[in-house]
């Protein structure tokens, strides 16, 4: 079976400063992985997704996301935060053979500061 | 240009009640999958369609549960007998699929279905 964890409901940053959410994931074999955002009121944006090669994924809006094989994680980073990126954010995960549904963690909310 | 589109975008049903809910994916996407997500958790998978064939069906909760899909097209989702716990929203999304199944899925804004 394959699984997600998003260890933090909620993460609160200042405007301008670096941002880290976190997640986890548990998947026999390679993994593929995504991050999606979620705005109120609107459905969930693709941001990036890591699939092979480079471990540092830039995404959308700024975003990246590095994957680390040894801790089984897949952090989304932002260097400095705006308040329009206040949202919920997905972290999710598929095996590259077989199944191809997506594994979604239970998100994180982020809460940029002005 | 266009996006996926679900319809309705609210739906209250009492219970008992039968319920359908239609999805429309991007054009020229031949996979289509069905989400569930309940109030503050995460997406659930329900079912996943390649052309017209659902070769993964493993999320559907119970029998009340079933959905088509005509062609490369339109998917519908029919929740029979509508029970309390079905209350969520549900999502629909598309991908280009074949030898690069790694395509993100683009998603719907969803249905909220509520069940009094």
């Known amino acids: 079976a394959q699984s997600v964890a998003q260890p933090e409901d909620q993460v609160n940053v200042a405007e301008g400063n670096p941002l880290t959410v976190k997640c986890t994931y548990s998947?026999?074999?390679?993994?593929?992985l995504f991050w999606y955002v979620q705005y109120p009121n609107r459905g969930l944006q693709f941001l990036l997704k890591y699939i092979t090669g480079d471990n540092l994924v830039k995404g959308s809006y700024g975003f990246e996301a590095e994957f680390n094989k040894s801790q089984t994680s897949f952090h989304l980073k932002k260097p400095s935060a705006l308040v329009s990126d206040s949202a919920l954010y997905f972290c999710?995960?598929?095996?590259?053979?077989?199944?191809?549904?997506?594994?979604f963690g239970s998100g994180t909310r982020l809460q940029v500061q002005p | 240009g266009a996006g996926v589109s679900q319809s309705p975008s609210n739906k209250v049903t009492e219970k008992g009640k039968d319920v359908e809910l239609r999805c429309d994916p991007i054009?020229?996407?031949?996979?289509l999958y069905w989400y569930r997500q309940r109030l503050g958790q995460g997406l659930e998978f329900l079912i996943y369609?390649?052309?017209?064939?659902?070769?993964?069906k493993s999320g559907l909760p119970s029998d009340r549960f079933s959905a088509e899909r005509t062609g490369e097209s339109v998917s519908t989702l029919t929740i029979q007998r509508t029970q309390q716990e079905d209350s969520a929203v549900y999502l629909c999304a598309s991908s280009r699929a074949g030898s690069d199944s790694y395509n993100e899925q683009f998603f719907g804004p969803g249905t909220r279905l509520t069940v009094l």
């Open positions: 054009s020229g996407h031949t996979a």
């Open positions: 999710a995960v598929r095996k590259t053979e077989g199944r191809r549904a997506l594994t």
């Open positions: 998947v026999s074999g390679n993994p593929y």
């Open positions: 369609f390649q052309g017209n064939s659902a070769p993964d």
